[in-house]
């Protein structure tokens, strides 16, 4: 009797083994994806453009845009695994007022000299340097940072000012991501 009932034991522990685990995985998974379709979802519903600022922005298929909790700010969103460190996002903040200059020339002028006082630092694992993006209404002047420790770049931001805009716009995230940031902020109309 007592050998009937540990080979029912056996039997559950393997049943429960075989359909929990590849429900967990299932879970895990869908966990990770539920940002990539959240985002095809978004573009189902809006298209490939975002409102922002009053401008509109060209979304690659993995972006979305959010409404921030803040006054006036957008969020855009890129999908990623759910356990991505940097998940990559741009930032549209309402300027400061003072922040932003009132011609190109000044405004490329701050922006450079921002990055040559950073780079005077002590801290060798970040560095500066300048990205000028073209848009159609007006030019982007931003400052990149990279943080890099023993040899790895780890994160990318990108803080960019127009000549008397009342927007700032900024990148925050993977290295890897950098450049599809730049096209879309490239892409302002």
């Not at 522990?13 to 869908?30: D, F, S």
């Not at 095809?40 to 453009?49: E, F, Q, V």
Request: glycine share 6%; proline share 5%; charged share 25%.
């Amino acid at each position: 009797m007592a050998n009937i009932l540990a080979r029912k034991g056996k039997r559950r522990k393997w049943m429960v083994l075989i359909i929990v685990a590849p429900a967990m995985v299932l879970g895990l998974l869908c966990l990770d994806l539920r940002r990539y379709a959240y985002a095809a979802t978004w573009h189902c519903l809006h298209g490939d453009y975002a409102e922002i600022g009053g401008h509109r922005v060209k979304l690659p298929i993995f972006w979305w845009k959010q409404d921030a909790h803040a006054y006036d700010t957008s969020l855009l969103v890129r999908a990623c695994l759910a356990n991505t460190i940097n998940k990559p996002e741009i930032i549209v903040s309402p300027a400061i007022p003072g922040e932003t200059r009132d011609t190109d020339e000044e405004e490329l002028r701050a922006t450079q000299d921002d990055i040559s006082s950073r780079n005077r630092g002590s801290n060798p694992r970040t560095s500066s340097s300048l990205v000028v993006l073209h848009t159609r209404p007006f030019t982007l002047y931003c400052k990149k940072e990279n943080i890099v420790v023993s040899g790895i770049d780890l994160d990318s931001n990108l803080f960019c000012h127009v000549a008397r805009g009342p927007y700032l716009f900024s990148y925050d995230g993977s290295p890897s991501r950098e450049i599809e940031a730049e096209s879309i902020l490239s892409s302002l109309e």
